[in-house]
């Protein structure tokens, strides 16, 4: 089919902040003493109060103190002071380095009404009455992710492997689980589950009941897992890094749903699929103290919400993907008994409202856009509030409808993102926006979005003295008609008669758009190469574009070639500019980005560069959950694994490489790299590798980061 990739509209953004003659240098931008803060989130961090106030955790020197804020006349009080803070720990057992360490970090639980909150002082745990001004000792062994109960009185976390809870009035504690060990997690994910299905960073995997009577947990048995093991080389002897993690068709850990009174007695949920094997993707309590779980086929091809009565459940609501089903999150309740369900049935990820015997009533938010977030609902469930993309695809506003789908309202004004966060009666909210030029930047509004107060206008002062380049967004067509979002960053000095080099970012992978008329992180690197004379172009695939599950489907059981077509189309606008150096082109991309590069160089001859971070070589050496959703099991799918294989085209690079991975990437493991080196090596190409010791799958320490812009640029400057 011939490439048809049409202009369908140009937004021009204004020239980024300024046109002044400073330069941006590499040093700038990743040195690890060097470093300029061009942009960053705002300094003042808030939270709102039950009863309507914000509370504002302020760093002071290197500890942190709490005040109490009126939203209506920014009266600020204080509520806890860091010496007092620093006192009460030390007066309950802390050590001062202990305390003082924990006060750096800032990172407090709060319990329901914010009148006390949890910190992890010195591996123990550490509860401080905020009025009161004291603080207690609760539990010692290294307590992990503590969650108060409801009502407060009981603190619930992980010792090992196992459940405890601890009685706040009296620091008496109750061990709930036994048999946690190495390869059985009680109230604890593992790495596959935390990282695909319950979010990077929390294994958690306890709920407390409304009641604060009862806990539901996942038990997760690991045993069948494959060990994968990361050698750490910067020490002699050297150090093993051990991990059961599933490889796409192997076994996954087998997970069982428990419910634990506070005595320690646990009750097992029956298991609702005899002889099949699920996935368990979301628990948690209606507000009548039900138990209700979400479950999922092996490669998620569909969802199933269930309500547990006693320990047998009912069905309530089949979500079927035409492809794959996305994970979904737990109903949104309402005073009626009712509640409302988010689904991308239709092909776009919208609301809808049940009544209370599970039955559809209809939806509440439909069209060709995606409702991003929900906050909630009115008390009188009338209202609801959310985030959704209805203006622009690559921004996101804050929204309120009637639950009978009337009376549309954006809240939030300028064009760009919002990010909101509404107060306990939807009166008032604080909310960062930024967009492609603008750092964040943080204002208070009213329930009806006007602006009361610009809390951190977050002046870019490092940038308004810079020489920079245009950034525009295109909306550029495939060949099929399918409108891609796309980003340009011109060179400072823009000669539309001359010819440019062209440096292209992608991540490519479902659902996860890099075109975002938001402020990036990667800015100020965009525009030092705009300062060099080298334009930056992201386009985003299809499938990438987060504009619906129907965008992705075409990926399904093949990736790589639906998304190498898309940025082929891409390039055929590009070329139809007239300034682009269609021969003088570079990819660059991480994670999935690396793999699209590699895949990109093996199956074209469209870039003279790729820049390969952590690529995924071959799917079967990625994780089971995440490959599976897409490609399916691999004996069920040779011919798509193959397809997707670069390993398989190595023979076929066209382009020179740049290949960089940590040695300790527990995500994307090295052996994904070395086996593409192998490969390359056996057919007779070249590639250059810079490694990153100790790095796991982002390379955030200030060393690494250094390393890998130092790599990229001096490979751009030589080659491109």
Request: include cysteine.
């Amino acid at each position: 089919m011939p490439v048809r990739a049409l202009l369908a509209c140009l937004i021009l953004v204004p020239c980024l902040l300024g046109q002044g003659s400073g330069r941006i240098t590499l040093e700038s931008i990743a040195h690890p003493t060097k470093k300029v803060a061009y942009g960053g989130l705002p300094a003042t961090r808030l939270e709102w109060l039950p009863d309507g106030s914000l509370v504002q955790t302020r760093r002071e020197g290197d500890q942190v103190a709490l005040y109490r804020l009126d939203p209506l006349t920014w009266e600020r009080k204080p509520l806890l002071e860091s010496s007092r803070l620093h006192t009460a720990l030390v007066a309950a057992g802390a050590t001062e380095a202990a305390a003082k360490a924990a006060l750096g970090r800032g990172s407090f639980a709060w319990n329901g009404t914010h009148s006390a909150f949890l910190v992890d002082v010195g591996e123990e745990l550490f509860l401080v009455d905020v009025k009161a001004a004291t603080a207690k000792r609760l539990a010692g062994g290294k307590p992990e992710e503590p969650a108060f109960s409801p009502d407060g009185t009981q603190v619930a976390y992980l010792r090992g492997n196992d459940l405890y809870r601890v009685d706040v009035a009296t620091a008496r504690e109750t061990r709930l689980t036994t048999g946690g060990s190495e390869t059985v997690f009680n109230g604890r994910l593992d790495w596959v589950y935390q990282e695909e299905l319950y979010g990077r960073g929390s294994f958690r995997a306890f709920w407390w009941a409304p009641d604060s009577k009862r806990l539901a947990f996942l038990s997760l048995d690991e045993t069948k897992v494959p060990v994968y093991t990361l050698m750490d080389d910067r020490f002699q002897p050297q150090r093993p890094l051990k991990a059961r993690y599933p490889k796409a068709g192997d076994p996954n850990p087998i997970a069982r749903l428990g419910v634990v009174d506070l005595a320690g007695t646990t009750t097992w949920m029956d298991a609702p699929y005899a002889g099949q094997e699920t996935l368990i993707v979301q628990v948690g309590w209606d507000p009548s103290g039900r138990l209700l779980a979400t479950h999922q086929d092996r490669i998620q091809s569909w969802l199933d919400l269930r309500r547990y009565e006693g320990t047998a459940s009912r069905l309530l609501i089949r979500e079927n993907g035409r492809a794959w089903q996305e994970r979904l999150p737990l109903p949104h309740f309402l005073p009626d008994g009712g509640f409302l369900w988010e689904s991308g049935r239709t092909g776009r990820h919208h609301v809808y409202r049940y009544g209370k015997e599970a039955q559809l009533l209809g939806a509440v938010t439909a069209g060709d856009w995606d409702v991003r977030q929900v906050h909630g609902t009115d008390a009188v469930g009338r209202t609801l509030y959310f985030d959704a993309t209805e203006r622009s695809p690559i921004g996101q506003d804050a929204y309120r409808i009637g639950l009978d789908g009337r009376d549309l309202t954006r809240l939030t004004d300028r064009p760009g993102t919002h990010r909101v966060r509404f107060n306990a009666t939807f009166t008032a909210f604080l909310d960062t926006w930024s967009d492609a030029r603008t750092p964040p930047q943080q204002a208070l509004h009213d329930g009806a979005g006007k602006q009361l107060r610009l809390i951190d206008a977050n002046p870019p002062d490092k940038l308004k003295d810079l020489k920079l380049g245009k950034v525009s967004f295109q909306q550029v067509k495939t060949r099929d008609g399918f409108p891609m979002e796309t980003m340009l960053v011109l060179p400072a000095d823009f000669d539309p008669a001359k010819k440019y080099p062209v440096y292209q970012y992608i991540y490519g992978g479902p659902a996860s758009p890099m075109v975002r008329d938001s402020w990036s992180r990667d800015m100020p690197w965009y525009q030092f190469l705009a300062q060099q004379g080298i334009a930056t172009w992201i386009c985003d695939n299809r499938s990438a574009s987060h504009k619906g599950l129907a965008s992705a489907y075409g990926i399904h059981r093949n990736l790589g070639a639906q998304e190498l077509q898309d940025l082929l189309d891409g390039h055929a606008w590009l070329k139809q500019q007239g300034w682009a150096d269609m021969d003088r082109l570079c990819l660059d991309g991480w994670s999935y980005g690396g793999f699209m590069v590699t895949y990109a160089l093996t199956h074209s001859k469209a870039w003279k560069l790729g820049i390969a971070g952590a690529p995924v070589t071959d799917w079967h050496l990625y994780d089971s959950i995440y490959t599976e959703r897409y490609m399916g099991l691999p004996a069920d799918n040779p011919a798509g694994y193959d397809a997707s294989s670069v390993l398989k085209a190595a023979g076929n690079l066209s382009g020179r490489l740049l290949l960089l991975h940590g040695t300790l990437d527990d995500n994307v493991h090295p052996q994904n790299s070395v086996m593409l080196i192998d490969a390359l090596q056996k057919a007779g190409s070249s590639v250059q590798i810079v490694l990153l010791p100790g790095s796991d799958h982002s390379p955030r320490a200030p060393q690494h980061s250094w390393a890998r812009f130092q790599a990229m640029w001096e490979f751009l400057s030589k080659y491109l």
